[in-house]
């Protein structure tokens, strides 16, 4: 009698569908414009500028540049930490974690949420946050409504609950 142990190559049953190839592109595009706002803010300052002078008009040229470089650096952070940890479970998500699918759709809903903040700050900030959040959209549905993918991470659970009986 053979015995052999449980292989760890993904098998064609374990492969993810296409609906979640098409979240890493999703993913993939949220994080260009992720990355995309920072930089803008960087090589075009004046429009982000006028944004900080219209919300408090009795700041001066020093307190409105200092403001500024507040903003560009809190926003290049906040948008790379998005960044890493949306990839990261991405990632995951790939790997048939059900956690990870989870964790995601919770964090974009809450990078949703937020986004109102920045669209409340100026128009400046409307292209992102209408292109981010469409995405975050697209990335929701990928996550929860194909039927393929809901069988995918079905299939999961259950592999995983056989390896560790």
Known sequence: ???TAPS???????????????LALAVLALVVVLVA????????????AASIERSE??????????????????????HG????????LTVNVLRGRNWARITL????????LNSVTSALAGPEYYLPVIVGDVL???????LWFPRRVREFFTRQ?????????
């Open 8 to 22: 760890r190559e993904p098998g064609p049953a374990s492969r993810p569908p296409r609906a979640l190839q098409w």
């Open 105 to 112: 759709t919770i964090v974009v809903a809450g990078a949703t």
């Open 81 to 88: 930490v998005y960044a890493v940890v949306a990839v990261w």
């Open 1 to 3: 009698m053979n015995i």
């Open 57 to 78: 008009p009795a700041l001066g040229a020093a307190a409105v540049a200092n403001a500024l470089q507040t903003v560009r650096i809190s926003t290049a952070v906040a």
């Open 136 to 142: 975050h959209v697209a990335i929701v549905c990928l």
């Open 157 to 165: 659970r259950i592999a995983r609950g056989r390896t560790r009986a």
């Open 37 to 48: 706002l920072p930089i803008a803010m960087f090589l075009d300052p004046q429009p982000y």
